[in-house]
């Protein structure tokens, strides 16, 4: 029972672009939404986060997008640089057990110069 | 402030034996949880502690067992290991603070043979 879904394994980017990452939730009780960053032998690093009752975050070249109806959420990168190639994880949590973060299988971005 | 500081980085096992891996979390963050990332199921929840008290259990078996200390570090130890315990696992810290961040350390990679 995967809850939280990041259907597409890689995506490949030009330098300069944007890059859209997207996520699908199941659980209704997924009440903050975040985004991390990993680099090969490091743990996740704290992109950016959203809580449900809004719409859209913005934190310079990173926004997060929020549909609550359609269970979606996308991380936007513009420009796209290439240090920002890596495996970006998508992770739920519910208000009950919040510090229990359900996370996507990631998504792995690569940017071409 | 130092990170979170997980030991030992590498470790390698043989099938029954038993393992404890340490984490330090960042000075002040009172809750500590841990993962396991394995290629084929991501991102997993184990459990949190809180105050030297488990507070969320993950989906795995009672092989896997955790504790806290009063100055917040925390142990976890896996018993009669089996071939598909052989994975990432990462620590995380978290100042409890409303956007449910979580600082994760470099992981342990367990080997198990």
């Known amino acids: 029972d995967q809850q939280v879904k990041q259907n597409s394994p890689s995506l490949s980017v030009q330098e300069g672009r944007i890059s859209i990452l997207n996520c699908d939730y199941t659980?209704?009780?997924?009440?903050?939404f975040l985004w991390y960053k990993k680099y090969p032998a490091e743990g996740p690093t704290f992109l950016i986060s959203?809580?449900?009752?809004?719409d859209k975050n913005e934190d310079g070249r990173f926004t997060v997008f929020l549909n609550k109806s359609a269970k979606h959420l996308s991380l936007h990168i513009v420009p796209s640089q290439p240090g920002d190639s890596a495996v970006y994880f998508c992770?739920?949590?519910?208000?009950?057990?919040?510090?229990?973060?359900?996370f996507g299988q990631g998504t792995r971005l690569t940017i071409n110069p | 402030k130092a990170g979170v500081t997980q030991t030992p980085r590498y470790l390698i096992k043989t099938r029954g034996q038993q393992v404890t891996l340490s984490c330090s979390p960042i000075?002040?963050?009172?809750?500590v949880s841990w993962y396991q990332q394995t290629p084929g199921q991501g991102l997993q929840f184990l459990f949190e502690?809180?105050?030297?008290?488990?507070?969320n259990k993950g989906n795995f078996p009672g092989r896997f067992s955790g504790r806290q200390f009063s100055n917040s570090r925390s142990e976890m130890n896996v018993s009669t290991l089996e071939l598909g315990d052989s994975a990432l696992y990462l620590c995380?810290?978290?100042?409890?603070?409303?956007?449910?961040?979580?600082?994760f350390g470099s992981g342990t990679q367990l080997s198990v043979l």
């Open positions: 502690y809180f105050s030297e008290t488990q507070r």
């Open positions: 659980n209704s009780m997924f009440d903050y």
């Open positions: 995380a810290s978290s100042p409890l603070t409303s956007d449910r961040k979580l600082f």
């Open positions: 959203i809580s449900s009752i809004k």
């Open positions: 992770a739920a949590s519910a208000l009950q057990g919040a510090q229990k973060l359900v």
């Open positions: 000075s002040g963050h009172r809750s």
